[in-house]
């Protein structure tokens, strides 16, 4: 807002009187013009020489002077006030304050007349002032966020501003000259008033909101004339503060636990800038916090995907990243608020892989001795060794047993075929004890679980640092463990043709070179491969070697299914109630006609494996000593036919059995296709199980 200035508030419209002028004529113009004051002014210039005033007038008229008299030895030349045009309304009244006669000339900078400043001017510009001062303190005062109150000398309230009025919940018209005890209390408004103290931050509830208070006198001429109460509803910075604290608290625990992790840790904002590390981060990239924080992550860490996650938004778990060449686990998981992606944060296991590879094995390692061991617990605890262990009733399998207890004893490799869960492992593990090497280790290897890349060292071991990751003292592989003793390959048909080769090499030569090592390793463990799958087919495929192929089949074992072997299903099961009898403390003995049906009609796809489970869940969940159609698993109790001893499969019976599997073959068929492919909708139509469905579908070759 503009200052007023002495141009503004000045009387423009006057008149001046020249020495020449006579008594007459400055009366006439005081009274024409209504002014006490004449300034007289040099006629050439007009430069200020003196003020005529209505008491000169008087004076020289009670003296006998006549109205012809000149003006230029009565008019006052001293002592006259004048102020400059651009003057401030301000300055000029300090000025015109000294003043008798309460009126001044106004100046240019030539020092010409401009202007008369009178009392009557001065008093409309104090109005005007006082309006101006009061418009301005009531827009700041409405527009305080905090609350005002103004209380006169006796405690009553003068003024409220808008805030006050909504804080309080008041019109100023009904608290106008009202005590303000009635609002606020305790606000030691005595003290203020007599004694002139100041009181800061007094707290006040009001209607469930905090205020603070803080309490002036307002002091005029050395005179408490009131006091100003001002203030603030801090319900919301109540909440914010404590708000405040509890994500200081929740920082504070991030941070601690940031600190402590083991893994580095690096969090991004969206743009992929790097906003907290942990010490192990900072440790691991040899760069202070500082350095890396506000950076893009891409700038600071080799390749990184974080910036990539802050963006996309979907997680990458324990993906490789190549840092200095090696490499590491990393996870990124996006940071989401409110469905955005607001950042990411990035979790790198500083442990080689390597060294967590080997303690993975070192777990499978141990847990094959453990499950061998309780094996052998168990079997001792039964009593059973060595080929004793695998019950069965079936001729064909029996045959088996011998022929291997005969091979057992000398060292050619043999291959052990059949379905999955018949009894491979059992029997070379009953070869490796009854037979020539049962002195040493029978050394398991699952050929389809171990990924490629890391079947060789685990065949051949290597030597201290081979490769990036690898362990400081080396490791020896499987073959060497495996010396003298038994190598036992699982799921050989699993193994890639590459590897194969160097199988292939060492079988060959008894002999191969650790990785990294240009020294010969000589071994001679007894080879015993099995195998789900159907090698001579692999072989014809070109999936697996011819030359390992016939290496390896040197005895072949073939192990018939379960269902295709005469009373073992139901052998087997008493068997399996036997030992989990023993292990649950239960005496589940006899089996329902309708229940040894069904075991004797059931294609056990997943054969003695199966079996065994069906028969820990009736353990489990029996209710009676004997075991009923109720306690056997839904699948099993939908079966839709029967099959009769004579069902099984002598040699006699092959060809019926192949002509009934071609029938069924062409009825699951012609159902698959009027279910358009869909096999629950197949099996709906056929009136069987959907996992009765897929045993068929299994057994037909579909
Ligand atoms: N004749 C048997 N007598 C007693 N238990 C048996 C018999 N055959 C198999 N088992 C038991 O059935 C389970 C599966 O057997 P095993 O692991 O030897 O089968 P596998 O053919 O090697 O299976 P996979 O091909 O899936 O590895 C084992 O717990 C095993 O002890």
Redesign the pocket.
Known sequence: MKTMSIENIMRKSFETLSPEDDLQKAAELMRSIKLDVLPVTRKEDGRLLGIMTKANIYDAVSGGLPPNTLIKGLFRKKDIITLQKEMSYEDASQTVRKSQTGTAIVLDRNGKVTGIFTKAGWIMAMFHQEELLNSRLRAILDTMHNGLLVVDSDGFVTTVNAAAEKMLSVKFSRIKRKPVDSLLRNLHLGDVLTKGNVFIGIKQTVDCSALLCNVTPIISDSQISGAVIVFQDTTDIDQISSKLESVTKLYKTLDSIMEIAYDGIVVVDANGTISMVNRAAEDFFRIPSKKMIGRPVDKVIENTRLHVVAQTGVAEINQLQFIGGTPYAVSSLPIMREGRVIGAVGKILFRHLEEVRDLARKLEDLGHQRALYQ?KIRDNQEGRFGFD????SDPE?KRIKEEAGVVAKRPSNIL?T????????????AIHETGFCSKGLLVKV?CAAIPDNLLESEFFGYVPGAFTGAQNKGRKGKMVLADGGTLFL??IGDMSLSLQSKLLRVLQEKSFEPLGSDKTTHVDPRIIA???HDLERLVSEGRFRSDLYYRLNVINLH?PP?RDRAG?AQL?FH??LEKYNRIFGTSIRKVSKNVREILDAHHWPG???E??NVVERIANLARSEKVDVGDLPPYLKEQPGKRTSRDRSTSADKLLIKSRDQHEREVILTALEQAGGNKAKAARILGISRSWLYAKMNRVGL
């Open positions: 094996n262990r695998i019950v069965t399998l052990i059949g379905e999955s869960g018949t009894g491979k492992e059992l029997i070379a593990q699952n699982d799921e099995a195998t789900n192990i379960l073992d087997l068997f399996f054969n003695i494996r079996l065994e």
